[in-house]
C-alpha cells in the first residue's frame, strides 16, 4: 500500500571556514536528497550565509528548491540545531506548493549572522553548523488552479513540526525588481511565492514593496 504522502530528509553539515568565507549574495548548495519512495523529486537547499538584501544587514537565508516533473504539494521544516541548547535551535515550517521543474521556498531573513557566528551561542559544534530538513509531500497528477485545497495534509499532523505561524496581509504595492519595475498584486504573489509571505512580514509598514527573488514569467501564463 502506498503512503498518503511522501517524505524526505537531509543532515547537512557546513564548516565554519566554508560558512564564514562567503560574502553577501554567495550561496552553498547542499547535496541533492530524495524520498525513497518517490525519486522523481530532486531536493536540495541553498544557503546564503549573509543573505542577499541590501537592507536587512548579515542575516542568514535558507531556500528549499524542488525540481519535478510535476507539481507538489509540500510542508517542511528546516532547522539550525543548537548543541548547546535545543531550545535556541532555529526552525521554520511552510505549507506550500512547488511548481513543475524547479521552484523554490524559504526564509529570507532565517537567523542573524552575528548571532549564528558567536561561539557562546552554541550553533558550532566542533567548528561545523548542522542544517536539518524534513519534508512531507504529495505529488500532483494533474494541474489544480487550488491544490492545497484537496491536499491529504489536512488529515494529517506534521510530525516533529511547531505549528506555522498565520501571517498577516495588508495592502501593499509590490515591485519586481530587474523586470522594468513590473507591479504584482499581494494576491498573486502569496499564491506562488511563499517567500514573499516572511519579505512583507518583515517589512509590512511599508507601502511599496520591492523584490528580486520572483520569477515573473508565472503571473504572466
Known sequence: MMPDFHVAETRWIIFKRRFAEKKRGESIYSPIFESSSFSQAKWFLKLYPRGYGTAEGDAVSVYLYC???????????IRLENCANFDATV??????????NVSNSGRKMFALYDTVMKTNEGFFNNGALLFTCRIEFEPLPTLSSSPLST??????PFRNITNQ???????????VKNNNQIPV???VLSKHSP???EMFEAQKSKKKLYIDDFDVKLIQK
Open 185 to 187: 498584486s499581494s494576491a
Open 195 to 197: 517567500v514573499f509571505k
Open 67 to 77: 525540481d519535478s516533473p510535476q507539481h507538489v504539494n509540500a510542508r517542511y521544516e
Open 151 to 156: 491536499s491529504v495534509f489536512s488529515r494529517f
Open 165 to 175: 505561524t498565520q501571517h498577516s496581509r495588508q495592502d501593499c504595492q509590490i515591485i
Open 91 to 100: 526552525k521554520c515550517c511552510i505549507s506550500t506548493t512547488f511548481h513543475r
